[in-house]
T-cell receptor, first 115, second 114 residues
Framework: AQSVAQPEDQVNVAEGNPLTVKCTYS??????LFWYVQYPNRGLQFLLK??????LVKGSYGFEAEFNKSQTSFHLKKPSALVSDSALYFC?????????????FGTGTRLKVLA | SQTIHQWPATLVQPVGSPLSLECTVE??????LYWYRQAAGRGLQLLFY??????ISSEVPQNLSASRPQDRQFILSSKKLLLSDSGFYLC?????????????FGSGTRLTVV
């Protein structure tokens, strides 16, 4: 079965500390993986993606994510958190259903960066 | 550059009234288009997607319908709204159906059915 799991509903981190938002996936074949961020009452914004190549992917706003095939994970990271990073983060994987590719989104993790 | 527009931003409608939400994409042609609903500020539920004019696939049987009358226009409709239709509706597009480019989302419509 194709799925994405974000095991933490909320992550709290102090400003200036490193942050990690976890994501694991289950999909057949090579995964296409994505991270999106959503600010209140806004649409989702693309942060980064992994399709092939280096396991460490760099994206917008200083975020990066590490693809780990053996652990089927794609955790989002940032070396130094900012209060403005507080938002809802979604992991997504490309799934194939009835011959059509669609994204499967996780349930989201709310990141709260404390000043 | 490509842009996606969604309107209205907020909407308060009585139960039983009709609904029409519109989404348009500029700067590209023949995009794949998607309607999502986000309930309680969390998970995303894919409602409809379209790979071309007049081609609509429904993911979840419900009180809503979608139409694509023009290449870059995607409309979400209902004849009679239910309280359970309340939520945050998001339109998105992608260049093709390979899933390799990511989705670009509109800014969303907050629908409250009263």
């Amino acid at each position: 079965a194709q799925s994405v799991a974000q095991p933490e509903d909320q992550v709290n981190v102090a400003e200036g500390n490193p942050l990690t938002v976890k994501c694991t996936y289950s999909v057949s074949g090579n995964p296409y993986l994505f991270w999106y961020v959503q600010y209140p009452n806004r649409g989702l914004q693309f942060l980064l993606k992994y399709i092939t190549g280096d396991n460490l992917v760099k994206g917008s706003y200083g975020f990066e994510a590490e693809f780990n095939k053996s652990q089927t994970s794609f955790h989002l990271k940032k070396p130094s958190a900012l209060v403005s990073d507080s938002a809802l983060y979604f992991c997504a994987v490309r799934g194939l259903t009835a011959g059509t590719y669609k994204y499967i989104f996780g349930t989201g993790t709310r990141l709260k960066v404390l000043a | 550059s490509q842009t996606i527009h969604q309107w209205p931003a907020t909407l308060v409608q009585p139960v039983g009234s009709p609904l029409s939400l519109e989404c348009t994409v500029e700067g590209t042609s023949n995009p794949n288009l998607y309607w999502y609903r986000q309930a309680a500020g969390r998970g995303l539920q894919l409602l409809f997607y379209s790979v071309g004019i007049g081609q609509i696939s429904s993911e979840v049987p419900q009180n809503l319908s979608a139409s694509r009358p023009q290449d870059r226009q995607f409309i979400l409709s209902s004849k009679k709204l239910l309280l359970s239709d309340s939520g945050f509706y998001l339109c998105a597009w992608s260049p093709d159906g390979t899933g390799g480019y990511g989705y670009t989302f509109g800014s969303g419509t907050r629908l409250t059915v009263v």
